[in-house]
């Protein structure tokens, strides 16, 4: 999901989503640059050794145990009372101590960390997605929608997904050919693994947790698998020698999978929604039949699944951002595309007849930011190459595509029936609203010399306190990709300074020089811990490590993890990403606990797109109340910062006024050298020039 680094900017620093500052190094070279590595293992679930010659990337460092536990304490303190407090700290000292035991972890991770090129990379692989059993639709499998399209008839849609084939092929063309431009973040390399997990990546169910396919470097896949209505075909893409085949081709194909396929149908995908749990079992019923298990091989190991789905249902919303959002998360129910898809595959890509597209991506393999870039590589492909097909072409010197009928049992069409209903209630239990912020965006917010990610992350610590009248634990999450297999860590949003600054924004009596002071502490804060997180010196991810080394050696879980602090302020009600985007589009994702929200924007140079999302069956969470709020939150941000800058400019130029008159009356003789007026500058003149961070305290 997020990825954040730092740039140096003069006169300040500014805290960047990693997928902004890749993209604008994108747009100022071409794609064809550095080349990076593109070996992968077969069959693996070790995050370790999935790619070879790679170029030289430093590891994750293990964090000096005092200075976490320092930052635990000072993030945790506004969610215990004064009593509660106490116990804590006692916690966290006997915890450190000389003879603590988390001194004896802290030695076990550092040998741990010795001996392997990420000590966190397949815990995290383990713990955080492949034991995770709740369904990945909604829970875990985010969505990206591209810009609404309109397509004339059947011919128009097909022809965009021929194209949108066309565009991802062309991308993992780079990729095989060793051609994707190296990320870097200062000097220091980013970790390019991601992007070559996209593409025939599948999450495979398992008891008592599921596994990962990631092919071999060599692995000669030449097909998708397309699915319309319901129905799956293994679709040819790529002829003997590898090479794509041409538009009029492609299009060929999608034509006869349409038309093999006229009318929905309830067959196998639908059961990809399920639980975990329930659809190990089910696959491992499915597997038994050799034939079952062939078709299985061919959905797992495609390139990427194409979903070729109908008109989304509107689900309750009226605006076309958020019924395109709702379909890329989880199709619209059994009723309509939820069972047009593979949930476990890692990318499916989705064309709707009524216009909806983008895709949604299986998480184990990549986070949002080059699943992002990948799809935003497409909409610029498809922009850039006219459409010129000849739709009456037949299907000659290739194979016709393949359509996949299981052999189901009683007991598996009794799951698919019961995968319908529990797809259903949880569709029907999601509220989403996509969106536009209309009134500015990061042009604005740069020009109040303040971090963008960090004015976003206030509004929605402000919303939040807004609706709920308390702090909420609140998870951002930042990019490790300058570390070898580096996935994420926990920028903990919700900040003494934040619940400061919400209370002064709510208080009804402060200033408006109080509150925009308050807020600068707030983005401060924010945004120093932010460069903390991405240079692996966070809190959660170290602490995780402590805790599953002392699982993994026979311990006792220390009573830190046991702690109210700890489970309070690792229960995320406010789970949020920033996944900027070249196009106009959003990435969405569900709530991580009942009772929270889930949040992705876009920040744009002249607005701000975003998703958030809630479960109807909480009667605390709403997230249009949220969406209300947020609005609200950033237009009075806004307003307080503006009002601020602008009583600072007037100050200047009162100040450079009074100097001028001075130095004049000094040039004509009025008074000595060294009057007061031109001896030095008043100290509030220091605070609110151009030169002094603007008052980047």
């Not at 804590?88 to 006997?94: A, K, L, N």
């Not at 064309?351 to 895709?359: A, I, P, R, Y």
């Not at 876009?602 to 069956?617: D, K, M, T, V, Y």
């Not at 800058?645 to 200047?652: A, E, H, I, P, Y």
Request: glycine fraction near 6%; aromatic fraction near 10%.
């Amino acid at each position: 999901m997020l990825k954040v680094l730092i740039r140096k900017m003069a006169p300040y620093n500014q805290v960047l989503h990693i997928s902004e500052i890749v993209s604008q190094q994108k747009r100022l070279s071409p794609l064809l640059g550095v080349p990076v590595y593109n070996n992968i293992a077969k069959n693996s679930t070790s995050a370790q050794a999935r790619v070879t010659s790679q170029p030289t990337i430093a590891k994750l460092p293990v964090p000096p145990l005092e200075k976490t536990l320092e930052k635990y304490l000072r993030s945790v303190k506004h969610f215990l009372n004064a009593t509660e407090l106490q116990v804590t700290q006692e916690i966290v000292r006997e915890f450190g101590s000389d003879s603590g035991l988390g001194r004896k972890l802290q030695r076990l991770l550092e040998d741990r960390a010795s001996r392997t090129d990420n000590w966190l990379a397949d815990w995290w692989l383990k713990y955080a997605y492949l034991s995770y059993r709740l369904p990945v639709v909604v829970h875990s499998s985010p969505g990206i929608q591209l810009p609404h399209q309109s397509f004339e008839r059947q011919e128009g849609h097909l022809t965009y997904a021929t194209r949108f084939i066309q565009g991802a092929l062309s991308f993992k063309k780079i990729l095989d050919e060793n051609r994707l431009l190296q990320e870097t973040l200062g000097k220091d390399l980013l970790d390019m693994g991601q992007y070559y997990r996209i593409f025939r990546t599948c999450r495979i169910p398992g008891l008592p947790e599921d596994s990962a396919y990631f092919p071999e470097p060599n692995d000669c896949s030449r097909h998708i698998v397309v699915i319309h209505n319901n129905e799956f075909f293994n679709v040819t893409i790529l002829d003997e020698n590898m090479r794509a085949l041409d538009e009029n081709q492609l299009l060929s194909q999608l034509r006869f999978v349409v038309e093999e396929s006229p009318r929905p149908t309830k067959t196998v995908g639908i059961l990809t929604s399920e639980n975990r749990d329930t659809w190990a079992k089910y696959h491992r019923l499915l597997s038994q039949d050799p034939y079952n298990r062939k078709l299985l091989d061919i959905i797992e190991k495609s390139l990427f699944v194409l979903c070729l789905d109908g008109p989304a249902p509107d689900l309750g919303v009226a605006d076309k951002q958020s019924i395109s959002g709702l379909q890329m998360v989880h199709g619209g129910g059994s009723r309509a595309s939820g069972g047009n898809r593979w949930f476990d595959k890692a990318l499916q890509l989705v064309v709707g007849s009524g216009g909806d597209v983008g895709c949604c991506y299986e998480h184990c393999s990549a986070e949002g930011g080059p699943v992002a870039y990948l799809l935003d590589y497409i909409y610029e492909y498809i922009g850039k190459h006219p459409q010129d097909l000849n739709y009456s072409l037949p299907t000659v010197t290739f194979p016709i595509p393949l359509k996949l009928e299981f052999k189901l049992t009683p007991e598996v069409e009794q799951g698919i029936e019961t995968a319908c209903k529990n797809l259903d209630k949880l569709v029907a239990d999601f509220e989403m609203y996509c969106s536009t912020f209309p009134a500015f965006g990061k042009d604005v917010l740069k020009s109040f010399k303040v971090s963008p990610d960090s004015f976003i992350q206030m509004a929605l610590q402000l919303a939040f306190y807004r609706l709920h009248k308390t702090p909420g634990a609140h998870y951002e999450s930042a990019g490790l990709r300058k570390f070898i297999h580096g996935r994420t860590e926990t920028i903990r949003s919700c900040s003494q300074e934040s619940v400061d600054f919400a209370m002064k924004m709510l208080s009804g009596t402060a200033t408006n020089e109080e509150k925009y002071r308050a807020l600068l502490a707030a983005i401060d804060y924010h945004k120093n811990y932010a460069i903390e997180c991405v240079n692996g010196h966070g809190v959660d991810r170290h602490l995780l490590g402590l805790k599953l080394i002392a699982i993994e050696n026979g311990l006792e879980v220390p009573a830190l993890f046991k702690d109210p602090a700890y489970i309070r302020s690792t229960h995320f009600r406010i789970s949020t990403s920033q996944v900027p985007m070249r196009s106009d589009g959003v990435l969405s994702f569900g709530p991580v606990v009942p009772d929270g929200y889930g949040i992705c924007y876009n920040p744009r140079n002249l607005n701000i797109n975003f998703s958030i999302s809630a479960f109807r069956s909480d009667p605390k969470t709403s997230a249009k109340k949220f969406q209300e709020a947020l609005y609200k939150s950033l237009q009075d941000m806004h307003d307080v910062a503006a009002r601020a800058q602008l009583k600072s400019k007037l100050r200047t130029w009162k100040l450079k006024e009074q100097i001028g008159d001075v130095c004049l009356r000094e040039k004509l003789g009025e008074i000595d050298r060294n009057g007061r007026g031109c001896a030095k500058r008043p100290a509030e003149a220091e605070m609110s020039g151009d030169d002094d961070n603007e008052l980047q305290y």
